[in-house]
């Protein structure tokens, strides 16, 4: 056991998985020489070569485009956008070719490839550095996302992830990848996709969210004097419906928590999902707690626009108070 933050997590298990299996390889901007622009991969050039970890042209829509073409005929990229606001040109690539590959061969051919890319704001970065945009991918059928929410689970669900025989978008909030230290085993394991955890249990409301709004989450919830239970989605795709149901049933109460704009948010997707699982148990509407609907500010507004310790505890409130 040692502690690490999330930047140390991912580290530890890329360099894992690059001594587990050789047909890992890392691709991405600057990631050899220089460590990668948080500095996620520093040393790993040295330590496997230039032949695995692998310096790109900046050229995101290149990154993709030939990694989906290195997956389909064996090895398993590991892709490193270095923020989710520069992978929009590489979509086309993600939506028509790496998702559809398995379903297009009938098999024949999969995609085994991670694009591993920082997301979300809090680190006083530019508009298009900080976004939360992972309901582009939930969107796409044949694409996986995974959001880690602690160094724990980080290392876990991206050692899933390599492993996982199709597309995975790896969503790290960069929020956290420095601010929470934990005990993380040195020994190798994974976390299964497509599970919720939950994190703690309680009686009066339900409380679903993801990433670094997990920490906010519960640092609001340290100040109330009530019952909650928790749950961490970590994979958005596939969506773990029966343990967000299961929860609503016992409580009563909903209250979902993302830091990405109102309007299609994934928030959206679970509320329509309890509305058809679990209406009936319901004591009072869900509440969505998030960003509002308009393009990321510059950083002097970031925490005004940012889910924050207030909001989480007005709508919780909101909720309880119906």
């Known amino acids: 056991m040692a502690e690490m933050n999330m930047v140390e997590a991912v580290r530890h298990v890329l360099d894992q998985e690059m001594g587990r299996d050789k047909d890992v390889i890392l691709y991405g901007e600057d990631i050899g020489k220089n460590g990668g622009v948080f500095r996620t991969t520093d040393g790993l050039q040295k330590k496997y070569g230039e032949k695995r970890v692998i310096d790109s042209p ?6 993709i485009g030939t990694a989906i073409g290195m997956a389909a005929y064996g090895l398993k990229p590991v892709v490193e956008i270095q923020f989710s606001g520069f992978a929009y040109a590489g979509l086309e690539n993600l939506i028509s070719h790496a998702a559809r590959i398995r379903n297009r061969t009938r098999g024949m051919f999969t995609c085994p490839m991670v694009m591993r890319t920082p997301y979300g704001g809090g680190i006083r970065a530019l508009e298009h550095h900080s976004e939360s945009v992972e309901s582009l991918y939930i969107h796409i059928p044949g694409l996986k996302v995974v959001i880690p929410s602690t160094p724990y689970e980080a290392k876990g669900l991206l050692a899933s992830a390599i492993r996982d025989p199709d597309p995975v978008i790896f969503l790290e909030p960069k929020r956290v990848y420095r601010s929470i230290k934990e005990e993380v085993p040195s020994k190798s394991y994974t976390i299964p996709l497509g599970k919720c955890r939950i994190v703690q249990h309680g009686s009066d409301i339900t409380v679903i969210t993801w990433g ?9 919830l340290a100040k109330m004097d009530i019952s909650a239970e928790v749950i961490d989605v970590r994979t958005l795709s596939p969506f773990d419906e029966k343990t967000v149901i299961d929860s609503v049933k016992k409580t009563g109460r909903a209250v979902i928590v993302q830091e990405a704009v109102k309007t299609l948010g994934f928030a959206s997707e679970i509320i329509a999902r309890i509305n058809e699982k679990a209406l009936l148990s319901l004591e009072a509407p869900v509440k969505r707690i998030t960003a509002p609907d308009i393009i990321f500010p510059l950083f002097k507004l970031e925490n005004e626009y940012l889910p924050g310790e207030e909001d989480i505890i007005k709508g919780i409130k909101e909720v309880l108070e119906f």
Do not use: D, P, S
Request: charged share 20%; hydrophobic share 60%; net charge negative.
């Open 58 to 63: 900046l050229a995101e829509v290149g990154i």
């Open 212 to 220: 670094a709004m997990l920490k906010y989450t519960m640092e609001a």
